[in-house]
């Protein structure tokens, strides 16, 4: 399955990339191999185009970071082929990391030195030949982007967990990347931070037109923040679509039609509903106090049929109140991957 | 081209002011990187001073003129400590086990010796360290020779006559310090380079030099350039101390100056490329404890390399420090204690710095791959 929006080059390409790690060898006599070889992607294809948000979503050891890993030329690939605006990651690898900014779950933040070392640091990394008075002033831009110029003296180990996430998306943010690949963004971060992280990063797409790959398995972060989302699932692309596509397409819209009817069990209403385009369960409940009134459960994919229901009840009783509860993603994505742990 | 060059001086430098402000802020690493190299330093110092000054009374029931030249003669061997005591107190320290030996002198000393009777001079030996009873044996034998040359040339017939290599002698502890310079040298820089390079693994940090578009050489090399100014101290302390405390002052100044420098990078490259493959601080450190010393014992620390058996010879060649304390006799003192011309060390030494920085370099690569398997 392959995702394509038709801009080129497309911010990433991923075509039919596999990675295997082979299995550990011994370092003792006599040699032989420990364990089985693990498919970490298995023939992943995918294109993300400029200017969105795009998540990367599946259950843990699923493959993201893997994928990651490759896009950033850390793993290299077993089979297939991964661009970033059309360079290709092996071949053009230095040019490709001047275009990424990446940040890893681990943030990978300098505990011991202050906000302002860290950036000065990476400015020295990823901005080459950018005069010192420009990195400075960069770094000042980033601190204030981040909200963080009033600790920008402050050692890193003393931020909160929200804080260092700011910085650390800060710091890829200096060399004014095309493809910013945030792995976990909002890991251990609370609800709060949450909300400002999201902020921040749909302002990066939005505002400045960067493209965003997430990687999360938090379903409400996907549907905040994405454009667009891909489940993968054993190293394998399940899904890809909006978020709002993906949970009415495989998630379920809850519906409860209150009914009163004049001669008891609503049977004719009942069969109307099954017949509503969508619904894939209807069943009913009598009122324990309220006579003749019956609580009708419907379940339905694609989308609220509330209108189609409305109309579909008329003239088997008086409709007293219809509620719906939207599709959700979290049910999709169990639909698409299972309930079955991976550990 | 030379924007290729400035910008890899560029990444150079934040990677080594990253070290040294991080080395600067954790303060076990500092406190270590200074205090290990000092240890070593006063560890040998104790060891020579130790074995240099056995405790060894002398009790003098004859005070003649002989008598005073044979223990001036005993003197002059200078691997005891004399104390010139009367018996009872030699007899409480022999008791308290404070002596190495007890040599009397016995009453009538110069009247045998001037009559050329034999005299017997009872000695009394602790036996508890073969290593000191042979010390003390050796000087009361030696100095019978020695008394017998000073006092009596006419009467011996066999003297050796002692052709010096170098015009003034050179201190067992004068000669050890230079070594203990070299060991200093070591300690410090692989600790400091060493913690440095595993502490960024440890942390996970590494990952933002790996995606970093700059090239691997330059993070590398300011990773060195960081450690090796962080242990320059140290390394600038314990030379101090031989310099000023000890009164060792270099011969040939540029020369030490520079082997001690080209030491101290040796080393660092070589801490760098064991951090970075062991890329756990706790494992280095243990590793660091355990190994340099063993192998400082047999590259040349006590004596010429010629002096030594060809087992150990050939261990020594294999090792940087030998060529490395080779060099730092010969800019102190003059002397030339290698097998092969200096010259010759000076291209070793160097040649083991380009060798570890190459290991370091392939080992970095290698780990870029262990950073993203499984469980990085």
């Known amino acids: 399955m392959t995702a394509t929006a038709g801009l080129w080059p497309p911010a990433l390409a991923l075509h039919q990339v596999s990675k295997v790690y082979p299995p550990r060898r011994a370092w003792w006599w006599p040699p032989k191999t420990l364990g089985e070889p693990v498919t970490a992607v298995n023939e992943l294809s995918l294109e993300v185009p400029p200017g969105v948000v795009f998540g990367l979503l599946g259950p843990n050891g699923s493959g993201k970071t893997t994928t990651i890993n490759l896009i950033t030329g850390l793993a290299r690939a077993t089979a297939g082929r991964v661009e970033v605006a059309g360079l290709d990651v092996r071949r053009h690898r230095r040019e490709v990391l001047a275009r990424l900014g990446t940040v890893p779950q681990e943030t990978a933040l300098l505990d011991d030195l202050t906000a302002r070392d860290n950036l000065t640091f990476h400015a020295g990394l990823y901005l080459p030949g950018v005069p010192r008075r420009e990195r400075a002033a960069r770094i000042d831009a980033q601190l204030e982007l981040a909200g963080l110029t009033e600790r920008q003296s402050s050692r890193v180990g003393t931020f909160s967990g929200g804080m260092k996430r700011r910085l650390a998306i800060a710091r890829q943010m200096m060399h004014d990347p095309e493809l910013l690949i945030l792995d976990e963004p909002t890991l251990g971060v609370d609800p709060q931070q949450c909300l400002i992280i999201w902020a921040y990063i749909r302002e990066l797409a939005t505002d400045r037109g960067k493209t965003v790959l997430v990687t999360t398995n938090n379903l409400a972060e996907a549907e905040a923040l994405c454009d667009q989302v891909a489940i993968i699932d054993h190293g394998r692309l399940v899904t890809i679509g909006t978020p709002r596509g993906l949970r009415l397409t495989h998630g379920t819209t809850v519906l409860s039609v209150q009914l009163r009817t004049a001669g008891g069990v609503p049977g004719p209403a009942l069969e109307a509903l099954r017949q509503v385009t969508g619904v894939t369960g209807v069943t009913s409940q009598a009122h324990p106090t309220l006579g003749g009134t019956y609580t009708l459960t419907v379940t339905a994919r694609g989308g609220s049929p509330a209108a189609a229901i409305a109309t579909a009840v008329n003239g088997h009783g008086d409709l007293l109140d219809l509620t719906v509860r939207e599709a959700r993603l979290d049910e999709a994505f169990i639909a698409l991957t299972g309930a079955a742990t991976r550990d | ?376």
């Open chain 2, 1 to 376: 081209m030379f924007s290729a060059g400035r910008d890899w001086l560029q990444a150079a430098r934040a990677s080594a002011v990253k070290d040294i402000r991080t080395a600067l802020t954790e303060r076990s690493t500092l406190v270590q990187s200074i205090t290990l190299p000092v240890n070593y330093m006063i560890m040998m110092v104790l060891f020579v001073l130790a074995g240099a000054h056995d405790p060894v009374a002398v009790v003098m029931h004859d005070n003649g003129r002989y008598a005073q030249q044979f223990v001036a003669a005993l003197a002059r061997t200078r691997t005891c400590r004399l104390l010139i005591e009367d018996q009872a107190q030699a007899r409480d320290q022999w008791r308290q086990g404070t002596l190495v030996a007890v040599i009397t002198i016995p009453a009538g000393f110069d009247a045998a010796v001037s009559h050329g009777r034999p005299v017997q001079i009872p000695m009394a030996v602790n036996n508890l360290n073969e290593d000191l009873t042979h010390d003390a044996v050796w000087a009361a034998r030696s100095a019978v020779t020695s008394f017998y040359a000073h006092v009596f040339p006419h009467q011996v017939s066999l003297v050796p006559a002692e052709h010096d290599q170098y015009p003034r002698d050179t201190g067992y502890v004068p000669f050890l310090a230079l070594s203990v310079i070299v060991i200093a040298l070591m300690v410090s820089g692989l600790l400091q380079a060493g913690t440095a390079a595993a502490r960024d693994w440890e942390e996970r940090t590494v990952k933002e030099q790996l995606l970093a578009p700059a090239r691997p050489s330059a993070i590398l090399a300011g990773q060195m350039a960081g450690a090796f100014a962080v242990s320059l101290p140290a390394a600038v302390a314990v030379v101090a101390a031989v310099v000023f405390v000890a009164g060792d002052h270099p011969a040939h100044l540029l020369m030490a100056a520079a082997v001690s420098l080209l030491t101290l990078a040796t080393f660092v490259a070589a801490g760098t490329a064991a951090g970075t493959a062991l890329k756990d601080r706790a494992a280095f450190v243990v590793l660091l404890r355990a190994i340099p010393v063993p192998l400082v014992f047999l590259s040349g620390l006590f004596g010429a390399l010629g002096f030594q058996t060809a087992a150990v010879r050939d261990i020594a060649s294999a090792l940087p420090i030998h060529y490395a304390i080779v060099l730092e006799q010969f800019a102190f003192r003059g002397l030339r204690t290698g097998t092969a011309g200096l010259g010759a060390d000076a291209l070793i030494v160097t040649g083991f710095l380009v060798a570890f920085a190459a290991l370091a370099a392939l080992a970095h690569r290698l780990s870029r791959a262990s950073a993203a398997s499984p469980g990085a």
